[in-house]
């Protein structure tokens, strides 16, 4: 499933998604891949996802069942 | 000096050639190993599928052996092996884009690569124009370039093509 929100709070930040990448470090093509739905991050990743985007963990990860 | 013991001491001087060569290139951060959790989890993918490519080719040059006789050294028939098995590995990691690491320059190393596939596959066109590549209808351990060459090569070319390919999808 696609992380809309992700994607949402860093155009919101206007962030790119290589800044975000190099914020956190991983490679574009994670942080491409995370906000497609193609690969699920650990916890460890999401947490210096949210700590660099200002969000919590259930803004931008937590799924409504 | 027989001609084994030079053949032996220019195998071992070319191994420790390739090495140093290796640890400047990771000393000069034109080769680098740190990869994201993702890389790291495609690349164990990769591992598996190389592994698996290596005791199948393993196998089957054993069987060929045995079947068609002796059809080249046994240097080239292992070289035959890893060259598959590190293809087989690279492409996986290449279509996951996990081939690279964060630090690594595409530029830089796809440059080297194309290096030593033309020096590798030079010196297989001079071997097969000085007729050294076959002797009695055996490929012979010369061929070990060329091998190697072609699998740079392959490498090379997926890169650039996934690349390009990626980059037209991205900008759809």
């Not at chain 1, 809309?4 to 860093?10: F, G, P, V």
């Not at chain 2, 191994?15 to 890389?39: N, S």
Request: glycine share 8%.
């Amino acid at each position: 499933m696609k992380n809309l929100r992700m994607k949402s709070a860093r155009a919101g930040l206007d962030m790119s998604q290589q800044q975000l990448a190099d914020a956190v470090g991983v490679s574009r093509q994670t942080i491409n891949a995370i906000e497609k739905g193609d690969y699920n991050p650990t916890i460890r990743l999401c947490t210096a996802i949210c700590r660099t985007l200002g969000k919590t963990l259930d803004e931008l990860f937590w799924e409504e069942g | 000096m027989t001609y084994r013991a030079g053949l032996a001491l220019g195998i071992l001087l070319g191994v420790l050639a390739g090495i140093a060569l290796v640890a400047l290139l990771l000393k000069k951060k034109v080769l680098d190993m740190h990869f994201d959790e993702r890389q790291e989890l495609a690349r164990g993918k990769a591992f598996q599928y190389g592994f698996l490519t290596l005791l199948a080719a393993a196998y089957a040059y054993g069987v060929s052996d045995v079947v068609l006789g002796r059809w080249c050294d046994v240097l080239t028939g292992v070289s035959i092996c890893i060259a598959l098995s590190v293809c087989v590995f690279a492409v996986a990691c290449i279509l996951k884009d996990a081939y690279l690491s964060l630090q690594e320059r595409p530029r830089a190393v796809m440059t080297l690569f194309a290096l030593l596939s033309a020096v590798n596959l030079g010196l297989g066109g001079m071997y097969a124009a000085s007729g050294d590549l076959m002797q009695d209808g055996v490929l012979t351990f010369r061929a070990v370039n060329p091998i190697f060459g072609a699998a740079t090569l392959v490498i090379l070319v997926v890169y650039i093509v996934n690349h390009l390919l990626r980059d037209r999808e991205e900008a759809e």
